[in-house]
């Protein structure tokens, strides 16, 4: 594992740098090592029946699962998923931002497992709920 | 069921009309019922790695699953998905499309279940492969 | 939904008659609605590497999920599993028994979703993580 | 990946010796590396509404994955499943056995990943579709 924890400036820097079409915001880094990113909903996002499009929750919980890695090992840009499954609960609203928390189930050596909660933010219900797996590279 | 199989250029001013910023071209539409959707590659579908990013395959095979039950059941623009995994293979290449071909595995009067396979374009091996679940709205 | 959600006695008198073969046993209904069922581990449940194989472990998340649906819609035997999806996340114990928690993520007219966390029993770090959805039977 | 592909009776002989309670047969092993493994349906196997139990058919789909990767690289008894997604299609035949295809999607250093299709034995349309992980032990 990496010595060095990010801090929350390290890795909105790090997003910027690298994912510049994200629009994603990391809003929190909690001591247990969970992360709260959340999406803007606007007319883009949007989809018939006026709810947030699947592919934005997707990409939301993509990102969560990354930035909760990196939290954890250190800034690793090249961890890739391998496996990201989602269930999709309840119709967001839509003028409402979607916020997701990660937290990690596992983080062995080679592969990272986390979880993922989307809300609509304000909301109890949660509106997903994701799990995915990341391959860490070895040599780092 | 729905008597009416929409035409390819019905599925194309239906993705247009009520996804205008989607960026997934409808390719194909089999007799067989299976769709093949692309996904242009350029500069914001990259991540560091040099790869097209999880979010873009993801979206494409959430596309792919929508436009492969929709030629099958006709237009339902209601039709919500309920849970989609994917797992991701290979590193797909930098300069090609990504090309999905959707199959379904069944079509219920309330469930369609179908796989997607994703390419970059040209290649035999596949980069991504995704089964997701779509719920039909009961009266249509 | 059902009016009358089932007793712990209830649901143990279902699972006996209905599953005989079954080898889970259900160890507690919470006033949320959670369960808790366990699986015991013993010669025949242990594979190469002195560990506990993985189709227990996905017997034991499949019934967790049908009996936490069953308590709190009502005995319904035929809510079916449509989807179900396991992460195994570290090795179970060769010489506990293997305990599993469910709790509904969701539930629906016609479909529930709940997820169900695996521990080897008095451990704190959970063994496997499972998500599933059931199908709901209109008329009951 | 190991030099020695094992044959259909060395395939046999290692699931009797490592998995005695195990009831899945392996029937055939294709040139292609993809595997066709069958488990029997008898009272045990059946559950309310006189179909197959989830459980058999996952450790089904768990069984021809393991032996669609042994089938490869090699009998490796510390290969584990970390991740295995199942999609139940259509109600299996009570009186048929469940049988199993399995065929690899990708054969890395450190993940496989391959797909089953389950079905009744004999008929056409399958009841189940599950893909899986596995993780193979690094010294080998």
Redesign the interface.
């Given at each position: 594992m990496s010595e060095h924890r990010p801090s929350h400036a390290e890795l909105v820097a790090f997003l910027k740098a690298?994912?510049p079409?994200n629009r994603c915001t990391l809003e929190e880094v909690d001591e247990d090592g969970s992360v709260v990113v959340a999406h803007p909903v606007g007319?883009?996002e949007l989809?018939?029946?006026n709810?947030v499009?699947?592919?934005v929750m997707?990409?939301l919980a993509?990102?969560a699962l990354y930035l909760g890695i990196l939290a954890r090992i250190g800034i690793v840009?090249?961890a890739?998923?391998?496996?990201?499954?989602?269930?999709?609960?309840?119709?967001p609203r839509a003028d409402r931002r979607v916020v997701a928390r990660c937290r990690l189930?596992?983080l062995g050596k080679?592969?990272a497992?986390g979880?993922v909660w989307i809300f609509s933010e304000g909301e109890d219900e949660?509106v997903a709920?994701a799990?995915g797996?990341y391959?860490i590279p070895r040599e780092r």
């Open positions: 690298e994912f079409q007319e883009r989809r018939p029946g709810t499009s699947g592919p997707m990409t993509d990102v840009p090249l890739v998923t391998t496996n990201l499954s989602i269930n999709f609960l309840r119709k189930m596992k080679s592969l497992v979880e949660p709920h799990t797996t391959a």
